[in-house]
């Protein structure tokens, strides 16, 4: 299939300035040529597309989704078996938002790989997916590391089968193991066909609220080495300045979320090593209307822990670290969102500031880093060029370029004049063809509206109504009384 475009501006990822005039051939779902249309060989039979007055930009990417986030024990039981479809629907609900490329940093990997290549090889549509499956040293949904309170609610059966379907055989086990038996584990890993590597250098939440060291030097060092040796990129999840700079000094290409370092902000020297060591820092922030929205559903705790990870973004803007776009997005089912434990949470912010959302997530990420002082064309270099650098997929992937897949995306208005502008999408190329975004996702699961009530529910009466209270001390009504 061949594919003309022309009459927008290209903004192309390479130069500093777009670009009018050209026209971007597309053969076999590469970018053929580039050039001014009377200039290009074009073959009878090619489709042309006039997008006059649109600008044409890379396909967006993400460096850190999760597309089966919706991991509660609800979810996982009720969609038992079908794992796979609930992440090729993150998938489409990712491309009609021009994500053409998302890298799931945790999941299934089973059930990942399997999206990954049903969508590889064309059998449904979706944004382009590479996984690393479970984070090495973590355990499963259903731990200490994610939710505590499953084990003992459901069967030891369902729960060790949704434990194993993340961890494997790279758990928090490997904590007890020497280096070297650390990375027996992780070469044995990396068989199964995941496409990067995400270990532990901080442990996830718990008691110490991320504090604590997961994995020695020595170990961090090896797990890196297992992965550069399978010709794969490593990476880590950090929450400490000291996890940060153990992450990049074991030579990590990118660190997640790497603005999170609890209530400390990032040393001078750790911000140098981001360049020094060609380290790419994927950031999380919010935007300033996001952080007073947020201010008043956190305690003074974890606030202390979002003011640092703001001054640590801003900070990382003039450090010469390669910024990489992410976001941790998902999709929460309507169910779920409206749940005390969302509301009260960066998840729980509204719509326009929830940078945790697969859909818009990435554009609140633009908005945020505009106002922490990124240049226009440094935002775009983030969502595109230092992604797929850090990833090492920038001979097919990033920019647009004559010989690369031909990802686009073509907006109604220039996003070198304000970040805002990228959620103007008026259409998506991905592999070279337009796709339908009316028709994503093609089967809503977890994207579906909630289902009417029951004809019960309206006839049920709860033993205790809001409103009125019964009569009596408080605890007395709660069963706490003693």
């Not at 475009?5 to 990822?13: E, R």
Request: proline share 4%; aromatic share 6%; hydrophobic share 40%.
């Amino acid at each position: 299939m061949s594919l003309l475009l022309t009459g927008a501006t290209v903004i192309d990822g390479v130069s500093d300035k777009g670009i009018d005039g050209h026209a971007i051939l597309i053969e076999n779902g590469r970018i053929a040529a580039i050039g001014r249309p009377d200039e290009l060989a074009v073959a009878a039979g090619t489709e042309t597309v006039d997008f006059s007055g649109k600008f044409l930009i890379p396909g967006l990417m993400n460096a850190n989704v999760h597309l089966l986030v919706n991991v509660l024990f609800e979810t996982l039981v009720r969609y038992e078996g079908r794992y796979e479809d609930l992440i090729v629907e993150a998938a489409q609900v990712a491309l009609k938002n021009g994500l053409t490329t998302v890298f799931d940093t945790w999941g299934p990997r089973r059930a990942l790989t399997a999206a990954r290549d049903r969508i590889d090889r064309g059998a449904t549509p979706g944004s382009r997916i590479r996984c690393a499956g479970n984070i090495i040293g973590f355990d499963g949904p259903f731990s200490d590391d994610f939710d505590r309170r499953i084990p003992g609610v459901g069967s030891s059966r369902f729960v060790d089968r949704v434990n194993a379907a993340w961890v494997e055989n790279v758990g928090r086990h490997l904590m007890w193991l020497t280096a070297e038996e650390v990375g027996n584990e992780v070469r044995a890993y990396l068989r199964r066909g995941v496409d990067f590597v995400k270990y532990a250098s901080n442990e996830h939440g718990g008691a110490a609220a991320g504090a604590f060291i997961q994995f020695s030097e020595r170990t961090q060092r090896v797990i890196v080495e297992e992965a550069h040796r399978a010709g794969l990129t490593a990476q880590s999840h950090t929450s400490t300045v000291e996890g940060l700079r153990m992450a990049i000094e074991a030579g990590c290409d990118l660190v997640q979320h790497a603005n999170a370092t609890g209530p400390a902000e990032i040393p001078r020297a750790t911000l140098e090593l981001f360049a020094e060591k060609n380290c790419g820092a994927v950031v999380f922030p919010l935007t300033d209307n996001g952080f007073k929205v947020l201010r008043e559903s956190v305690s003074d705790h974890e606030w202390t822990m979002w003011k640092a990870s703001d001054v640590n973004a801003r900070n990382l803007v003039g450090s010469g670290a390669s910024i990489l776009l992410a976001n941790d997005g998902g999709i929460f089912a309507p169910e779920v969102m409206n749940e005390p434990m969302i509301k009260g949470t960066w998840n729980g912010l509204p719509e326009d500031e929830a940078l945790g959302r697969l859909a818009t997530g990435h554009f609140v990420w633009l908005r945020a880093m505009e106002e922490k002082g990124m240049s226009p064309m440094a935002l775009l270099h983030a969502a595109t060029r230092n992604i797929a650098e850090a990833y090492r997929v920038d001979d097919d992937l990033g920019t647009i370029e004559a010989g690369k897949i031909a990802d686009l995306v073509v907006l109604d208005e220039d996003p070198l004049r304000s970040a805002k502008n990228y959620q103007t999408i008026h259409a998506v190329i991905k592999d070279g063809a337009i796709v339908d975004l009316d028709a994503l996702p093609q089967r809503p699961l977890l994207t579906a509206e909630l289902s009417p009530p029951l004809e019960e529910e309206t006839r049920y009466k709860k033993a205790l109504q809001h409103g009125a209270r019964m009569p009596g001390c408080p605890a007395c009504a709660n069963g706490n009384h003693r």
